[in-house]
Nanobody
Framework: QVHLVESGGGLVQAGGSLRLSCAAS????????MGWYRQAPGKEREYVAT???????NYADSVKGRFTISRDNAKTTVYLQMNSLKPEDTAVYYC??????WGQGTQVTVSS
């Protein structure tokens, strides 16, 4: 089992930036990909970005060009750098691993 802990959420004005972190522990060697989903109030959880073991990254169209996913060399922590934030980016952001494990979520609020 993989344990995921997110951090870095908060309140920011539109146009600002935040950096989310997701630290993985446990059966890390079983992870091939990690990434982020988000869920806004009253909406379904939606895909944000993924990074694979070999470093390949993919993004949802809604965040492409504004968000960057990366990881540390030990491959135990994944980051989501969020720039040019918009009010519609407001959501709880969840880290996930392709071992079907999820973090507890971190709130991101973007004020207009």
């Amino acid at each position: 089992q993989v344990h995921l802990v997110e951090s870095g959420g908060g309140l920011v004005q539109a146009g600002g930036s935040l950096r989310l972190s997701c630290a993985a522990s446990g059966s890390i060697s079983s992870i091939n990909a990690m990434g982020w989903y988000r869920q806004a109030p009253g909406k379904e959880r939606e895909y944000v970005a993924t990074i694979t073991k070999d470093g390949s990254a993919n993004y949802a169209d809604s965040v492409k060009g504004r968000f960057t996913i990366s990881r540390d060399n030990a491959k135990t922590t994944v980051y989501l750098q969020m720039n040019s934030l918009k009010p519609e980016d407001t959501a709880v952001y969840y880290c996930y691993a392709d071992t079907y494990d999820w973090g507890q979520g971190t709130q991101v609020t973007v004020s207009s």
